[in-house]
């Protein structure tokens, strides 16, 4: 039996996510769940996290998904270890969960010449530790200095960005981040939130500062991931259709949701729990 790809994400960030696998792999099928209702998760605990992840995760297989990707730094920071060692040898040796943050660190080095990096995140993505843990893996060398940002993602889900209140967060905590380590040479948008308010995020972080964004490396290393496990590949049907679905109201996800997806589409309410 074949299915579509499952992309998830506490609300509209995956969409950033999601828009970069069309792009790249059109061919496939995908649905998308965005847990709009109970977002934000970056200042959620642990449990609280893991739990709603896991219970989407279970949706998705529900809906015949071989694979399924949390396209959340802040899900794949607290619940992708838990689902990958304990839930799905449960459920099924036969399906995968994919996150975000292993494939960013491992493309890191390439982007920093002082081998210091800055990372901006979600206090939930910053607590877990996950990416100085995962980048120091493959590259002990870096430093890795990371600042968390708990207000950006609800002033992007409340679509409060392009303004002066955005840029005085935005700014904040890059001066914050900065003052911690002056050697940064590249700063992660550790937040499949952050793409929308790139604006900001060009406008303060210094010239000579690269900004990493995490959409076209998910995207690629998903493709890379396919070629090389062709045992799961064959699982993922292709006939270019996406479905999207939110446990909050559709008319709101729709019209917020097409700034981060770039496009106008059509949703369905699920409920999870
Ligand atoms: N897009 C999620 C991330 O990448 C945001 C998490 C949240 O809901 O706070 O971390």
């Given at each position: 039996m074949k299915g579509p790809i499952g992309v998830f994400d506490?609300?509209?960030?995956?969409l950033t996510i999601l828009r970069e696998f069309l792009d790249t792999m059109p061919e496939y099928d995908f649905v998308y769940i965005g847990d709009n209702a109970r977002a934000?998760?970056?200042?959620?605990?642990f449990e609280v996290i893991y739990s709603y992840t896991r219970e989407s995760v279970l949706r998705f297989f529900e809906m015949g998904s071989p694979l399924v990707v949390l396209a959340c730094n802040t899900a794949s920071a607290r619940a992708l270890r838990n689902i990958q060692q304990i839930d799905l040898p449960q459920i099924s040796g036969n399906k995968r969960v994919l996150g975000v943050i292993r494939p960013t660190a491992e493309m890191i080095?390439?982007?920093t010449k002082t081998r210091h990096i800055g990372i901006l995140a979600t206090p939930g993505t910053v607590m877990s530790n996950s990416y100085p843990v995962e980048i120091n893996k493959i590259f002990p060398e870096i430093c890795v200095t990371q600042q968390a940002c708990p207000i950006l993602v609800p002033l992007a889900e409340n679509d409060e960005i392009d303004n002066a209140g955005c840029d005085y967060f935005v700014k904040k905590y890059i001066d914050e981040l900065l003052s911690k380590d002056s050697l940064i040479d590249a700063v992660l948008?550790?937040?499949?939130?952050y793409p929308v308010m790139i604006e900001s995020f060009r406008k303060f972080i210094p010239d000579h500062i690269k900004i990493v964004q995490q959409d076209n490396i998910v995207a690629v290393s998903l493709k890379d991931y396919l070629s090389r496990h062709p045992e799961i590949d064959v699982k993922c049907s292709k006939n270019s259709s996406v479905r999207y679905y939110t446990t909050d109201s559709t008319d709101n996800f729709c019209s917020r949701g097409r700034i981060f997806l770039g496009k106008e589409f059509s949703a369905e309410k699920i409920a999870l729990g």
């Open positions: 506490s609300g509209f960030g995956g934000p998760y970056g200042n959620r605990s080095g390439s982007v948008l550790g937040c499949t939130h």
